[in-house]
């Protein structure tokens, strides 16, 4: 996310002049309002039609009784500046107290001061919420993100709309090919974010834990770029929609908006694709170590007693 709104602004602008027209933003990310004005602007000047784009956002985490989720997601379509999302997602499967901020007409999450204060939920009652979006047009299709297999399973139990889309991390050092192949027998959209490796979070985000793995970097993407003569991202993003998967890469640089978006002049080799696929797995990136406390926290392979240790709380609970 672009940390001040002329930076994205601009980056958006950016990305729509080079043809860009998946926007994909959460009201977490704090900028939904500017991704509205931006939209609205293109739209009443003619540069674009609705139609044109296909809009995503996600329901936050500390939003679960079903009247608060409807007072959110109209709240949500009035800051983007659209009567209906072409996607619409939940977050994630933890769920957190809140409490709605009058004067940022929102709600927000409570914590104690170090944490989030999580609740059970039932992931089948806030699925409905989004079901009768679906069903009433505000939302043109419906989704979920950060669930694993065993909670989109639950969801496909019993669900009466199919999920359309599954929204996760996935990159050459996380391919989470189980997970893949899950979703493509159910008919289910995988959707990858992170697929750079998101080289830029330690920056944005210095306060979290974040294990080492630079997809970037791999000798063997580094190889393939001299080959093929594209860049280290090109490579990764081809990768991922080569394979049939969707793959949303942040940024605000407009020489990489640029690079990201010409992926489809070049084909990767079946026996390149093969060597990338036999890359070894070596590790999540995006922990979602604030969600450790959460019945519902989805990442099982986590070893979240020895990553609280690396960050120096041992005397904080986990579970």
């Known amino acids: 996310m672009a940390e001040e709104p002329e930076e994205l602004e601009a980056a958006l602008r950016q990305a729509l002049d080079i043809g860009y027209r998946h926007i994909d933003t959460a009201q977490i990310f704090g900028n939904e309002a500017v991704v509205g004005k931006v939209i609205s602007e293109y739209i009443s000047s003619g540069k674009l039609k609705r139609e044109d784009l296909f809009i995503s956002t996600k329901l936050p985490f500390y939003v679960y009784k079903p009247a608060d ?19 619409y997602l939940i977050h994630g499967p933890c769920v957190a107290e809140n409490v709605y901020n009058e ?71 996380w391919q989470q090919d189980e ?6 027998t159910n008919r289910i959209v995988f959707t990858a974010y992170a697929p750079l490796g998101s080289p830029g979070r330690k920056v944005c985000d210095p306060a979290s ?27 990764l993003l081809r990768f991922l929609t080569q394979r049939g998967l969707c793959a949303i890469a942040k940024s605000t640089n407009p020489d990489h908006l640029k690079e990201n978006f010409n992926i489809f002049d070049f084909k990767i080799s079946d026996d390149d694709m093969k ?16 969600f450790f406390k959460s019945q519902h926290y989805p990442f099982e392979e986590v070893d979240k ?15």
């Open 69 to 87: 989720i409807d007072r959110c997601f109209e709240q949500q379509l009035k800051d983007l500046c659209v009567d209906y999302v072409d996607l």
């Open 103 to 173: 004067e940022a007409k929102k709600f927000e999450a409570v914590t104690d001061g170090r944490s989030f204060k999580f609740l059970d939920c039932d992931h089948v009652q806030i699925w409905r919420c989004l079901e009768t979006f679906y069903e009433d047009g505000r939302a043109k299709a419906i989704g979920l993100a950060n669930f694993n297999k065993m909670q989109l399973q639950h969801i496909l139990d019993r669900c009466a709309i199919w999920p359309y889309v599954l929204e996760v991390e996935s990159h050459l050092y």
């Open 179 to 184: 997970l893949v192949e899950f979703c493509d």
């Open 209 to 235: 834990f974040w294990p080492e793995g630079e997809p970037l970097n791999d000798p063997l993407v580094i190889e393939l770029t001299k080959k093929y003569n594209k860049t280290p991202a090109q490579i």
């Open 275 to 290: 060597e990338l696929r036999k890359v070894p797995t070596k590790t999540r990136l995006f922990l979602l170590e604030w």
């Open 305 to 319: 007693t020895e990553i609280t240790r690396l960050m120096g709380h041992e005397g904080q609970e986990t579970s």
